[in-house]
């Protein structure tokens, strides 16, 4: 157990829907990345945040957006899904900005239908 | 643009023996690298870190080492088991810290 926690586990939607993602770090942490995992695919990194700030952002759609709230936790949302969004998202924490290693949650897998 | 090359095929050892997974990257000066390891429809679990400075790093059975001149990076599995299967992720840090993941390879212990 990693300590970082991840809700919903599975998740089924329609495109066109709006889903939200919820993601918390560990005891802590500062740091929160999500990632996106598509089936036998490698992990594509969308955004982190560091206490509550944006501090980088990957691959990340205009479709989706993220926040951190003052408790450290976090969210993406995940809107006007298409086919194509379906995947394991996964949420990590880490101590600091600087990317030490990385503790990461068991993912959420969403299916869009 | 930045590329790390792991390899694609599963690598298939035999219980007992030495595994030796690669980790190669171009354009690039990594400050560190760190191996994961990745269970199916699991989170990646951190294994070891190293940096720009080391040469190896030892942790019980694992082993790694990082050439910058070559620009690589070997991960090493000794006394391997089944239980070691799974697929394994090299991560390089660049200049602001950020991860840049190798899509993994996959190991398969056979008994």
């Known amino acids: 157990d990693s300590g970082v926690t991840q809700t919903p586990k599975h998740l089924i939607t329609a495109t066109g829907q709006r889903v939200t993602l919820r993601c918390s770090p560990r005891s802590g942490d500062l740091s929160v990345y999500w990632y996106q995992q598509s089936l036998d695919q490698g992990l594509q990194f969308l955004i982190q945040y560091y206490n509550g700030e944006e501090r980088a952002k990957g691959n990340i759609l205009e479709r989706f957006s993220a926040q951190q709230f003052p408790d450290l936790h976090s969210e993406l949302n995940l809107s006007s899904l298409e086919l194509g969004d379906s995947a394991l998202y996964f949420c990590?924490?880490?101590?600091?900005?600087?990317?030490?290693?990385?503790?990461f949650g068991p993912g959420t897998r969403l299916t869009v239908t | 643009s930045q590329k790390i090359e792991q390899n694609s095929e599963a690598l298939n050892i035999q219980e007992g023996k030495t595994a030796t997974l690669t980790c190669n990257y171009t354009?690039?000066?990594?400050?560190?690298l760190q191996w994961y390891r990745q269970d199916p429809g699991r989170g990646p679990v951190f294994l070891l870190l190293?940096?720009?400075n080391e040469k190896e790093k030892r942790k019980e059975r694992l082993k790694v080492t990082f050439d910058t001149t070559l620009k690589q990076s070997l991960f090493h599995i000794t006394a391997s088991q089944p239980a070691d299967s799974a697929t394994y992720l090299c991560a390089l840090a660049r200049s602001n810290y950020q991860l840049i993941w190798g899509a993994g390879t996959k190991l398969i212990i056979k008994p």
């Open positions: 990590a924490s880490s101590v600091s900005d600087k990317d030490y290693e990385q503790y």
């Open positions: 190293i940096r720009e």
């Open positions: 354009n690039y000066s990594p400050a560190y």
